[in-house]
C-alpha cells in the first residue's frame, strides 16, 4: 500500500467558510496532485507540483488554491466554500520518472 | 492532445466469468505508459496493471492481463474468474514517458458482478 494521508476524510461544512484538505506522503515523491471528483465520475485534475515552491493549475478550472512547501505535503484551500464545491477530493504522488501514481484515500466534502 | 476513450459506461459479469474492458487512446507519441486503475465504491484507487509501450508482451497481473495492439491504440483489460471483489470503477490512464507529464484518464467504466 502506498503511504499517502489525506485528512479529514468527511467534511460536511456551512457556505463561506474557510477550510483546507491535507494531503501528505512518506514516499518522498517529488510530484503531487490533485484531483476532483463526482461520485462514480470520471477525475479532473485541479492542481499539480512538481516540486517544492512549484503549482500549477490542472485542466479543471477550480476556486481552490495549493501550496508545496515541504516535499511531502500538499494542501488544498478553499476560502469561501459553495454549495458547488461539493465533490470529492482525491491526492495523489508520483516519484520523478517513476511509472506508477499513487492515490490517497480523498476527502468528501459536502457544502450546506 | 492525448485522449483516452472508455466507451463502455457499464459492464456487468456473473461471478467467476471472464469480462472484458474497452480502452482506446489517441497519441502521436511513440513511448509512454498505459494503466488500469480500479476504485471501489468509497475506498481507494489502485493501481491494478500497468504496460509499458515499448513492450511487446502484453502485462499480466495474477487475474488481470491486458490485450495492447499499439497500432490499433488499443488497451483492453481481461478480468478472469470474476469476484465479487472485483465491482468497482476502472479507469485507464495513460502518461508520457517523460519524467513530466500527468496522467490522462477515461471517463471510466462501471463494473458489476453478480453472485
Known amino acids: 500500500e502506498a503511504d499517502i494521508y489525506q485528512t479529514p476524510r468527511y467534511l460536511v461544512i456551512g457556505t463561506g467558510k474557510k477550510i483546507t484538505l491535507e494531503c501528505s506522503q512518506t514516499m518522498g515523491h517529488d510530484k503531487m496532485y490533485w484531483y476532483q471528483q463526482d461520485p462514480g465520475m470520471e477525475l479532473h485534475l485541479i492542481h499539480y507540483?512538481?516540486?517544492?515552491?512549484?503549482?500549477e493549475k490542472g485542466d479543471l478550472s477550480s476556486e481552490s488554491t495549493v501550496s508545496r512547501i515541504r516535499t511531502e505535503h500538499f494542501p488544498l484551500t478553499l476560502e469561501s466554500a459553495r454549495p458547488s464545491h461539493t465533490s470529492q477530493y482525491l491526492c495523489a504522488s508520483r516519484l520523478g520518472g517513476g511509472e506508477t501514481q499513487y492515490f490517497g484515500p480523498g476527502t468528501r466534502l459536502l457544502v450546506l | 492532445a492525448q485522449t483516452v476513450t472508455q466507451s463502455q459506461p457499464e459492464m456487468s459479469v456473473q461471478e467467476a466469468e471472464t469480462v472484458t474492458l474497452s480502452c482506446t487512446y489517441d497519441t502521436s507519441e511513440s513511448d509512454y505508459y498505459l494503466f488500469w486503475y480500479k476504485q471501489p465504491p468509497s475506498r481507494q484507487m489502485i493501481l491494478v496493471i500497468r504496460?509499458?509501450?515499448?513492450?511487446?508482451q502484453n502485462a499480466t497481473e495474477n487475474r488481470f492481463s491486458v490485450n495492447f495492439q499499439k497500432a490499433a491504440k488499443s488497451f483492453s483489460l481481461k478480468i478472469s474468474d470474476s469476484q465479487l471483489g472485483d465491482a468497482a470503477m476502472y479507469f485507464c490512464a495513460y502518461r508520457s514517458r517523460g519524467s513530466q507529464g500527468n496522467l490522462i484518464f477515461g471517463k471510466g467504466t462501471k463494473l458489476s458482478v453478480k453472485p
Open positions: 504496460q509499458e509501450a515499448y513492450k511487446q
Open positions: 507540483s512538481y516540486g517544492v515552491n512549484s503549482t
